[in-house]
């Protein structure tokens, strides 16, 4: 039986319409690929305690509020990710890579030139359809 985890991954849009990207780093699962950020839901947490507690760990940010985007089941080789992706568009501090990660606010023009995992094309497909 494969992991099969929990992940709670946020879309955090800004006030010039740019989303958050962070880079994983090499050493990670899909590392070297670009994310939106976030994280693995612990045991006795929501997801939207996994997602808050995540951007804070990760790129700094305080959510105010989210809302579910869309939820996609994916199999890797190697493990099965379930990635709960909420919408943040409310959130208040300046983004940093807290874990020394390359991070960047990208336009959703350019969204298609950057390189994701395998699971998050139904994603940045949805986000080019519905929110721009
Ligand atoms: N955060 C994030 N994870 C993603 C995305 N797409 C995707 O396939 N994943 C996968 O979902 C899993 C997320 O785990 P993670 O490494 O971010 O978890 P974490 O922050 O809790 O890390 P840690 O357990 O090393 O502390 C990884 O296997 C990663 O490859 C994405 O856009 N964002
Ligand atoms: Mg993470």
Excluded: C
């Amino acid at each position: 039986m494969q992991k099969r985890i929990h992940v709670a991954v946020g879309v955090i849009i800004n006030q010039h319409q740019q989303i958050l990207l962070a880079k994983r780093h090499g050493h990670l699962h899909q590392g070297g690929k670009w994310e939106f950020p976030g994280g693995k839901v612990e045991e006795n947490e929501t997801v939207t305690e996994a997602l808050i507690r995540e951007l804070k760990e990760e790129v700094n940010l305080d959510v105010v509020s989210s809302s579910p985007f869309m939820d996609i089941s994916h199999n890797y080789p190697d493990k099965h990710v379930r990635l709960d992706i909420h919408l943040v568009t409310d959130f208040s501090n300046e983004a940093k890579g807290m874990e020394q990660q390359q991070i960047e606010w990208v336009p959703f023009s350019q969204l298609v030139d950057y390189d994701f995992p395998e699971a998050n094309k139904p994603i940045v497909d949805k986000i080019l359809s519905e929110l721009t």
